[in-house]
């Protein structure tokens, strides 16, 4: 019979899936505030958009908006197929490969945001 | 009035697969389906088999599916459902043993693991601990329960996930660490913090809808879930 405890306490996973959604959703409008009405508005441009990515303050934000994103949506996949997958070394399969993937994608990404030279 | 029950056969012994067998029966007004399936083992068919006892919807023996949902045998009358043809289903979500009873045992350890008991830790006189009436109005709604597994029997997570604890449990917990007696609270919380515990549940209501009490377990699971919630952040 399963053990039913606190260790891996099913409430963090929760939070961290409800608080990164919020946050993404407040970056995004920050995001398009600032992209798309006060920088170039219709006339944005390569050096404009370039400029504003080499700044260390937006490489953070940009840093942040990856991490959250992949954890939300690769947790989000999880959460879902959960329901549905019920043996055990399926389980382990599709963890893993979500990790990868999840690996990967923060991987490449920080690798493009964090070295960004104007 | 007639009416066709179908009901899911299965043996164990005898059939590879579980089959439907229909059976005409007698209704006349305030016929339930336990009624019902009293006239077919009585009458038409003594090798059904099925649980019941009190036949008024306390003892919580004889819950199935009925067209499809989880309900109460002794507690639906037949004329309501307003169908000619009633499809009787096992429990979803439980090993079926035989025809309409399923095996209960999984559903009552996942009960025995968020501790149903009172645990009072304090030394108290030998004079019984009051309660005010406030205090009790609160779990007031959680001791109608009856155990009859409707409501795990109608959660998809339940059907799936054979560690998620259920609406049943999570509401008996739920039952405990609400009554002001009771001092386990912080054990119950962790137990149901597990990851098969209350943050499992979708909040799709359709235990809500299956209680033959009408208790609201989902409302159960959304306050413990807050409760955990503020003692860890």
Same mark, same amino acid.
């Given at each position: 019979m399963h053990k039913y405890s606190y260790k891996n306490g099913g409430v963090y996973v929760w939070f961290l899936q409800r608080l990164t959604g919020f946050l993404l959703l407040a970056l995004l409008l920050v995001h398009m505030l600032v992209e798309h009405f006060t920088l170039g508005g219709h006339e944005l441009s390569y050096e404009l958009v370039a400029k504003r990515v080499a700044t260390p303050l /937006?490489?953070? !934000?940009?840093?942040?908006?990856?991490? @959250? $994103?992949?954890?939300?949506?690769?947790? $989000?996949? /999880? @959460? !879902?197929?959960?329901?549905?997958? %019920?043996?055990? /070394?399926?389980k382990v399969t599709v963890v893993s490969a979500l990790l990868c993937l999840g690996g990967v994608i923060l991987t490449l990404g920080l690798l493009t945001v964090i070295p960004f030279k104007m | @009035?007639?009416? !066709?029950?179908?009901? %899911?056969?299965?043996?164990?012994?005898?059939?590879? %697969?579980?089959?439907?067998?229909?059976?005409?029966?007698?209704?006349?007004?305030?016929?339930?389906?336990?009624?019902?399936?009293?006239?077919?083992? $009585?009458?038409?068919?003594?090798?059904?088999?099925? *649980?019941?006892?009190?036949?008024?919807? !306390?003892c919580g023996s004889c819950s199935m599916m009925i067209?499809? @949902?989880?309900?109460?045998?002794?507690?639906?009358?037949?004329?309501?459902? *307003?169908? %000619?043809?009633?499809?009787?289903?096992p429990l979803r979500g439980y090993q079926v043993i035989r025809d309409l009873v399923v095996d209960m045992e999984p559903f009552f350890a996942k009960l025995k693991a968020v501790m149903p008991y009172m645990v009072h830790k304090t030394p108290t006189s030998d004079r019984e601990v009051p309660q005010s009436q406030e205090e009790h109005r609160l779990l007031s709604e959680a001791i109608t329960c009856i155990l009859c597994g409707s409501c795990s029997a109608s959660c998809p997570r339940y059907w799936h996930d054979e560690n998620y604890l259920g609406p049943a449990a999570i509401l008996k917990a739920y039952r405990f660490v609400v009554d002001s007696r009771d001092e386990a609270e912080e054990e119950r919380l962790a137990i149901v913090n597990d990851p098969s515990g209350v943050f499992r549940c979708r909040k799709i209501f359709n235990c809500v809808e299956a209680c033959p009490k009408k208790i609201n377990p989902t409302e159960a699971i959304t306050a413990l879930s807050r409760k955990i919630l503020s003692n860890k952040f």
């Open positions: /937006w490489k953070i !934000i940009d840093s942040l908006f990856l991490v @959250m $994103g992949t954890f939300h949506g690769l947790n $989000g996949v /999880w @959460m !879902i197929a959960s329901d549905y997958i %019920k043996k055990d /070394w399926l | @009035m007639k009416a !066709i029950l179908r009901i %899911k056969r299965f043996d164990p012994e005898k059939d590879r %697969k579980a089959y439907n067998q229909d059976y005409e029966i007698d209704v006349q007004e305030g016929t339930t389906i336990l009624d019902g399936l009293i006239q077919v083992r $009585g009458e038409l068919d003594g090798t059904l088999a099925f *649980r019941r006892s009190c036949r008024s919807a !306390i067209n499809r @949902m989880a309900g109460l045998a002794c507690y639906t009358q037949i004329q309501e459902l *307003r169908s %000619k043809v009633i499809t009787l289903e």
